[in-house]
């Protein structure tokens, strides 16, 4: 039997005892390599150590565990330095409370983001959005290697309704894993924990795994860097090269870290992007319409390449089903039942502020008796969806449809 299929039998502490390298303060041994890294990653660095070790070239030491438990061990004693997200490892260059030589930083490994659910997933839980839902009971990791985790994935939707939606929905917000695992295992009110997929390894029969689409998905990469006392050793430089390898990254894998995408390749257009996009069904994403957040998730995958909204010329028509989105309060409430007001007000005030142009349609506005002033002031009213998708599409623009 492989070693990774023997670990995954055993809870995560004790697979670090197990391996007999886990070393506690002055254990450390000139003719060892001393590894100290978080707990996310440890499983993954223990197997791979051993597996290094056992060729016979020198014997790697892992110390694990939050770095304010191994930091001063560290300075005295570490060859190499490991970090589960990419803001650790500038934390640590900056805070020089570690000597780290910068330039020997390399990435190695991400994981993706998860949401853990309670066996048989009573609450039907299938992709972000429906941690909004009112009275799903979430929690989420505010420190260590999870900080921000949320935050970022929300920030992704574009809306701040999501915001408040999930903020209103977490109700533990434990300091580290550990912690959170404890309180998987004692509080079982928790339908969801947005977290790390490795986290499912110590609870796999107390949770289940429910991927995160790639709209909402978060990535963490693992990095590795030497100390000085490190860069004067060779065997520490051979270890990092042995990580990159095929056989290293299988064993990562086995742990639940990926091997990071390649570049893709540039855009071939960097400046007067033209697109028409056509919003018609009434589909909703939190408090807001669905094709609004995708509109701005358009502008900030331009922008994360470098391309700022100034370069993009997007014409927005919505119709259709979701044609009323674009109405003041007042009218707004009188199609949409039980509404106090129209949510999408402060959305279509940023999209137009971003350069988007948002339109309605005056032939829809006919057919359905709304008048001008009923419109929101940001709107812009052409005379028919189609013949205005038309229009531009024979002026260049791509077509689009969310």
Not at 298 to 327: C, K, N
């Amino acid at each position: 039997m492989k070693l990774s299929t023997v670990y995954r039998h055993v809870a995560f502490p004790f697979v670090i005892a197990v391996l007999g390298m886990v070393m506690t303060p002055g254990a450390a041994a000139q003719d060892s390599l001393n590894v100290y890294a978080p707990m996310e990653v440890s499983p993954a660095i223990e197997e791979a150590a051993l597996v290094f070790s056992n060729r016979g070239s020198v014997e790697v030491k892992v110390a694990s565990g939050a770095a304010m438990s191994w930091l001063a061990d560290a300075e005295k004693a570490a060859d190499l330095v490991f970090t589960s997200a990419e803001f650790m490892m500038v934390d640590l260059l900056r805070s020089k409370a570690l000597p780290v030589d910068p330039v020997s930083v390399t990435p190695l490994y991400v994981r993706p983001s998860f949401i853990l659910v309670r066996p048989g997933n009573p609450r039907n839980i299938r992709d972000f959005p429906d941690l909004l839902q009112p009275g799903v009971k979430v929690m989420t990791v505010c420190h260590s290697g999870e900080t921000s985790l949320w935050q970022e994935m929300t920030d992704k939707a574009g809306s701040v309704e999501t915001v408040r939606s999930l903020h209103r929905n977490v109700v533990h917000c434990p300091a580290d894993s550990t912690e959170a695992m404890r309180m998987w295992r004692e509080k079982e009110d928790i339908d969801a924990w947005l977290a790390w997929n490795v986290w499912h390894i110590p609870l796999r029969h107390r949770a289940e795994l429910v991927p995160i689409s790639r709209t909402y998905q978060i990535f963490r990469q693992c990095s590795v860097a030497l100390t000085p006392r490190g860069k004067s050793r060779p065997a520490a430089t051979q270890f990092v090269k042995f990580l990159a390898t095929q056989e290293a990254a299988q064993i990562f894998e086995s742990w639940g870290w990926e091997r990071p995408l390649p570049d893709q390749s540039p855009l071939k257009l960097h400046d007067h992007i033209c697109v028409v996009c056509a919003i018609e069904d009434d589909k909703w994403e939190g408090s807001v319409g669905a094709g609004f957040v995708e509109l701005k998730k358009l502008v900030r995958e331009y922008e994360s390449l470098g391309i700022p909204a100034t370069s993009l010329h997007i014409s927005a028509i919505v119709d259709g089903d979701a044609a009323y989105w674009m109405l003041k309060d007042e009218a707004y409430c009188a199609v949409a039942d039980g509404a106090a007001s129209n949510p999408n007000k402060s959305i279509i005030h940023e999209l137009v502020a971003a350069g988007i142009s948002v339109e309605l349609s005056a032939q829809t506005m006919a057919e359905r008796g709304w008048k001008p002033e009923q419109v929101l002031p940001e709107v812009k009213i052409v005379s028919s969806a189609h013949t205005r998708q038309i229009d531009l599409e024979l002026k260049g623009y791509v077509p689009v449809r969310f």
